[in-house]
């Protein structure tokens, strides 16, 4: 039987990861499971997203970051390292993670609680990502609203 997730992995500094445009309207959440491999830096997700011809990923979101304590803002790729940080106790647990945008306004969740908001430019793309990192993926969805 197959495990129940997926990995990406990711060994360099930047990001690497993955990404998906989901069909439907403008207005959409993404949710599902992350769990960060002991000895790994970080995870994120970016909503909305856009990956150019050299596959560097342009976007506005959410880091998992053990590097600093906690979660941060990002604005991929040039102001990654610069965003607002919210301290939290980061373990190698899974956690459900959720980013719901509606118009130009946008809300990432962890765990149910609501960490960042704000405004980005519309797009449908979904982008996941790491570095120096294993993570584990599971559940995975978008679902228009």
């Not at 970016?46 to 053990?66: F, K, L, R």
């Not at 390292?81 to 719901?100: K, M, P, Q, Y």
């Not at 793309?125 to 609203?145: Q, Y």
Request: charged residues 15%; glycine residues 14%.
């Amino acid at each position: 039987m197959p495990a129940p997730w997926f990995t990406a992995t990711y060994a360099g500094t930047h990001w690497g990861g993955l990404s998906a445009t989901p069909q439907g309207g403008c207005d959409y959440r993404f949710d599902g499971k992350a769990e960060l491999l002991p000895g790994g830096s970080g995870y994120g997700s970016g909503v909305p997203a856009s990956v150019d011809s050299a596959g560097v990923p342009h976007s506005e979101g959410i880091q998992y970051d053990v590097g600093i304590g906690g979660y941060r803002v990002t604005l991929l790729p040039d102001d990654s390292e610069t965003g607002t940080v919210t301290s939290a106790s980061l373990d190698n647990n899974w956690h459900e993670i959720s980013v719901t945008v509606t118009g130009n306004q946008y809300q990432s969740s962890v765990d149910g609680k609501v960490i960042f908001t704000g405004t980005t430019p519309l797009t449908r793309r979904v982008f996941i990502g790491s570095w120096r990192s294993t993570v584990r993926l599971r559940d995975l969805t978008v679902t228009p609203i």
